[in-house]
């Protein structure tokens, strides 16, 4: 077994502009599998992060919250990263 920090993704193609991601958190951030919705566009600057061809999140995806963004990265939501980390996140900057 390996362990890692980094969550998995599936992707399923909703329609020819919607890509749906299911993040699953590793089992150190309790393993939710929780989903987002990007556009194509988004997608296309996703896979370019996601392969380590861009830079850092926020600039790759600015369009997206401080929470969507911390999904992709850990596959944490709101609860969990306040239960994890012990502080609410200061959003919507």
């Not at 599998?33 to 600057?45: A, M, P, S």
């Not at 944490?76 to 996140?89: A, H, L, V």
Request: proline share 4%; charged share 30%.
């Amino acid at each position: 077994m390996t362990f890692t920090l980094r969550p998995t993704y599936r992707y399923e193609e909703i329609d020819l502009d919607i890509v749906r991601i299911h993040v699953t958190a590793p089992p150190v951030f309790g393993g939710k599998t929780h989903t987002i919705d990007l556009d194509t566009d988004q997608y296309e600057r996703f896979c370019m992060w996601r392969d380590q061809k861009g830079l850092l999140i926020q600039n790759m995806l600015p369009d997206l919250t401080i929470s969507q963004r911390e999904l992709i990265m850990t596959g944490m939501d709101d609860e969990t990263y306040e239960e994890i980390i012990g502080s609410k996140r200061d959003d919507e900057r």
